[in-house]
């Protein structure tokens, strides 16, 4: 079964840290680019950030609300994903959501499998 | 960044109505666009990628159309169980951007 699973989350102080990860399985997820997602109590969806494949540098785009904050990363050997997330704020209130996005292979860049797997999520209350 | 207006904001329909829920892009965005189902309380469902296409097990009373800055999600013959908030996404430039929401409520 293809699935994805987020953890991690918690309630947590302004200003800390917390770290994130997506486990994944069903799929390979080093042929994808894995995204971040968020939705604050009674919002809509916000996306944070995705993380290429391997095969173009593993590198990372952000949004601006958590760019300098968020770092997402992956290790493919574990079929794991993480977002680390640092100096957290109370509008971080949410639920974290992982899931695919573009498949990367020989035929090049696809977008047919993009977000159509997503976790339970995990809750993320940033609080004093 | 690609902005997403979505209208309506909230609607009311009666079983077997047809719904149309559009979203427009500030700029051109081919067909990069996909449309989600979600229920109070529940994970966001993909139902339409790539503007058209019908995610498997999605009832066929979903379609999809549109590309370059106009995108149509319509629902025909409305169910009691199609009653949630639909969002478009834009993944063509990142951010990725969604519209605000669609709050269908049937009657």
């Known amino acids: 079964e293809v699935q994805v699973v987020e953890s991690g989350g918690g309630l947590v102080q302004p200003g800390r840290s917390l770290r994130l990860s997506c486990s994944t399985s069903g799929f390979n997820i080093a042929d994808y680019t894995v995204g971040w997602f968020r939705q604050a109590p009674g919002r809509g969806p916000e996306w944070l950030g995705f993380?290429?494949?391997?095969?173009?540098?593993?590198?990372?785009e952000y949004a601006a609300s958590v760019k300098g904050r968020f770092t997402i990363s992956r290790d493919d050997s574990r079929n794991i994903a993480s977002l680390q997330m640092n100096s957290l704020e109370i509008e971080d209130t949410g639920v974290y959501y992982c899931?695919?996005?573009?498949?990367?292979?020989?035929?090049?860049?696809?977008?047919?499998?993009?977000?159509?797997?997503w976790g339970q999520g995990t809750t993320v209350t940033v609080s004093s | 960044d690609i902005q997403m207006t979505q209208s309506p904001s909230a609607m009311s329909a009666s079983v077997g109505d047809r719904v149309t829920i559009t979203c427009r892009a500030s700029?051109?965005?081919?067909?990069?666009l996909a449309w989600f189902k979600q229920k109070p309380g529940n994970v966001p469902r993909r139902l339409i990628h790539a503007s058209s296409s019908l995610q498997g097990g999605v009832s066929l009373s979903f379609s999809g159309s549109g590309s370059g800055t106009e995108f149509t999600l319509t629902i025909n013959s409305v169910q009691p169980e199609d009653s949630a908030t639909y969002y478009c996404?834009?993944?063509?430039?990142?951010?990725?951007?969604f519209g605000q929401g669609t709050k269908v409520d049937i009657q």
């Open positions: 993380i290429r494949v391997t095969a173009f540098g593993a590198t990372a």
């Open positions: 899931t695919r996005e573009a498949l990367v292979g020989r035929f090049g860049v696809v977008y047919v499998n993009s977000f159509d797997i």
């Open positions: 996404l834009q993944h063509y430039t990142y951010p990725w951007t």
């Open positions: 700029q051109d965005i081919g067909t990069s």
